[in-house]
């Protein structure tokens, strides 16, 4: 079964720091590039952060730019976001997932896979 | 950056009713490039639509993408109960994703 399971989510202070985890089973983990999508309450989708399948190239959000840092460990099938100096707007159920683009089609596949997601409460 | 618009906010349809839900990118997405998601509550969102118009595997065949350039639409041909949902559009790009704020389809 294809799966994606996240943890780490816990309450934190403001200015606090934590990692979120992500373990990739069912599919070759390190054929994809991998996401972070968080949902604030009530709110709506908003990506976060992306990494290669390799670990090359990392992109993030404007919102997190500098704060968070993306990364990958092929050998566990694990994905993982080290989120610093965390802000009261970064609550949110964090999910990650993966996705797929056909460079020679050019076609992309959409976020395919996703898991339920971890909570991130940054409260005092 | 490109930023997708979806309208309306919220629709309020009977089952058995057509839905069309817009979305609207501030500039003109490669087709190849664009993917909806369908989101319940308490429930991660799941892949309905990628390149535009292409079904994702296990999606039934009332639900169908459309569009090009700025301007595709996601329809839904006769609304079934579980179809009441939050519905998302996403683009592709090369250093990042961008989601549209979401339509909300509730039961009239």
């Known amino acids: 079964e294809v799966q994606l399971v996240e943890s780490g989510g816990v309450v934190v202070q403001p200015g606090g720091s934590l990692r979120l985890s992500c373990a990739a089973s069912?599919?070759?983990?390190?054929?994809?590039?991998m996401h972070w999508v968080r949902q604030a309450p009530g709110k709506g989708l908003e990506w976060v952060s992306l990494?290669?399948?390799?670990?090359?190239?990392?992109y993030y959000a404007d919102s997190v730019k500098g704060r968070f840092t993306i990364s990958r460990d092929n050998s566990k099938n694990s994905l993982y976001l080290q989120m610093n100096s965390l802000r009261t707007e970064d609550t949110a159920l964090y999910y990650c997932?993966?996705?797929?683009?056909?460079?020679?089609?050019?076609?992309?596949?959409?976020?395919?896979?996703w898991g339920q997601g971890t909570t991130v409460t940054v409260s005092s | 950056e490109i930023v997708l618009t979806q309208s309306p906010g919220t629709l309020s349809l009977s089952p058995g009713e057509r839905a069309t839900l817009s979305c609207r990118a501030s500039?003109?997405?490669?087709?190849?490039?664009l993917a909806w998601y369908q989101q319940k509550p308490g429930q991660a969102p799941r892949l309905l639509i990628y390149g535009a118009s292409s079904r994702a595997t296990g999606i039934p065949d009332r639900f169908s993408g459309s569009g090009s350039g700025t301007d595709f639409t996601l329809t839904i041909s006769r609304l079934e109960p579980e179809d009441f949902a939050v519905y998302y559009c996403q683009q592709y790009g090369s250093s990042s994703r961008t989601f549209g704020q979401g339509t909300k389809v509730e039961i009239k």
């Open positions: 069912g599919f070759t983990f390190d054929d994809y590039t």
């Open positions: 997932a993966k996705d797929e683009i056909d460079g020679d089609l050019g076609l992309y596949y959409g976020m395919d896979v």
């Open positions: 990494i290669s399948w390799d670990g090359g190239s990392t």
């Open positions: 500039q003109s997405v490669s087709s190849s490039y």
